[in-house]
């Protein structure tokens, strides 16, 4: 499966912004989606991950409440709406794919898009 993130972009702290994936070449019901994000100089860190249905949610302690993942099957979509977002959001966001169920390891995805920048100022 191919997989590429957009939606990135310049925002003011306490803003909002909503990134999307687009899968292609396979059924995008057979992954779990995962986001991931990579700040300057660091590592890649866990965001949140969504079940292939869709009905399924997990995410990292310092996005809960702010973040929201969500899929659309039929549009191949996976979706990462971020709020009240902070100057430590600041990072390229990645989407990836598993087939090997819930992930929350970098290692544990198989399939990852080139990401999107997300900056945001105070």
């Known amino acids: 499966v191919q997989l590429q993130a957009s939606g990135g972009g310049l925002v003011q702290a306490g803003g909002s912004l909503r990134l999307s994936c687009l899968a292609s070449?396979?059924?995008?019901?057979?992954?779990?989606m995962g986001w991931f994000r990579q700040a300057p100089g660091k590592e890649r860190k866990f965001v949140g991950a969504i079940s292939q249905s869709g009905g399924s949610t997990y995410y990292a302690d310092f996005v809960k409440g702010r973040f929201t993942i969500s899929r659309d099957n039929a549009k191949t979509t996976v979706y990462l709406q971020m709020n009240s977002l902070k100057p430590e959001d600041t990072a390229v966001y990645y989407c990836?794919?598993?087939?090997?169920?819930?992930?929350?390891?970098?290692?544990?995805?198989?399939?990852w898009g080139p990401g999107t920048l997300v900056t945001v100022s105070s």
């Open positions: 990836a794919a598993t087939t090997t169920g819930w992930a929350l390891m970098a290692r544990e995805y198989d399939y």
């Open positions: 070449g396979r059924t995008l019901s057979s992954y779990v």
